[in-house]
């Protein structure tokens, strides 16, 4: 690798993180307005996890009111998720992969399906037979496919959307 090269990709690596942290900015300023505009309490925290911007609404109060903005199952955190990459999207023209999570929903049940797909992966380690999950969000597929990798087996998602889910399969 010659010098200009490094210096090359340092400067994409820099550049990558200052558009992360733009895109951070952005969403916080919306979901801000949006916190307003409800008159509910919550404090934003920004970060950059996996190439990605990340986002958080926390609250001091226990978060009963942020429940509110997970809703059931979170179908209101996903549709706030898209409004937010909607909003970063029309400032900076580029698409957004931010994720965004209230009162720590997400991060728990990251923890909840990560175990569920090791699991998945213990049974398929011990029957030799392919398991189909349920059908999950794209979100939730994701942390799945995950922890199958981490157990070193591989999976796959099949069916349509909504109903698309994670079959983990054999070595």
Same mark, same amino acid.
């Given at each position: 690798?010659?010098?200009?090269?490094?210096?090359?990709?340092?400067?994409e690596?820099? !550049?990558?993180l200052?558009?992360? %942290? /733009?895109?951070?900015?952005? $969403?916080a300023?919306?979901?801000?307005?949006? &916190?307003?505009?409800?008159?509910? !309490?919550?404090?934003?925290d920004?970060? *950059? %996890?996996?190439?990605?911007?990340? *986002?958080s609404?926390?609250?001091?109060? =226990?978060?009963?009111d942020? /429940?509110?903005?997970?809703g059931?199952?979170?179908?209101v955190?996903?549709?706030? /998720?898209?409004?937010?990459? &909607?909003? *970063?999207?029309? %400032?900076t023209? !580029?698409?957004s992969?931010?994720?965004?999570?209230?009162?720590?929903?997400?991060?728990?049940k990251?923890?909840e399906?990560?175990e &569920?797909? $090791?699991?998945?992966? $213990?049974? *398929?380690?011990?029957?030799g037979?392919?398991?189909?999950?349920k059908?999950?969000t794209?979100?939730?597929?994701?942390v799945?496919?995950?922890?199958?990798?981490? $157990?070193?087996?591989?999976s796959?998602?099949? =069916? %349509?959307?909504? /109903?698309?889910?994670?079959?983990?399969?054999?070595?």
């Amino acid at each position: 690798m010659t010098e200009g090269t490094t210096t090359s990709a340092a400067a994409e690596g820099v !550049d990558t993180l200052s558009r992360l %942290e /733009q895109e951070g900015e952005i $969403a916080a300023d919306y979901l801000e307005g949006l &916190l307003d505009i409800a008159d509910l !309490d919550g404090d934003i925290d920004m970060d *950059v %996890e996996a190439d990605r911007a990340a *986002v958080s609404i926390i609250s001091d109060a =226990g978060g009963r009111d942020l /429940q509110k903005l997970v809703g059931r199952d979170g179908e209101v955190l996903e549709a706030l /998720q898209e409004l937010t990459r &909607l909003a *970063v999207h029309r %400032e900076t023209g !580029d698409r957004s992969r931010l994720m965004l999570d209230i009162a720590g929903y997400r991060a728990k049940k990251r923890e909840e399906l990560s175990e &569920l797909g $090791a699991k998945a992966a $213990a049974e *398929v380690k011990s029957s030799g037979e392919p398991v189909k999950m349920k059908a999950m969000t794209p979100f939730e597929r994701k942390v799945v496919h995950d922890a199958v990798k981490a $157990a070193g087996l591989r999976s796959e998602s099949e =069916g %349509e959307e909504p /109903q698309r889910f994670v079959v983990v399969l054999p070595a």
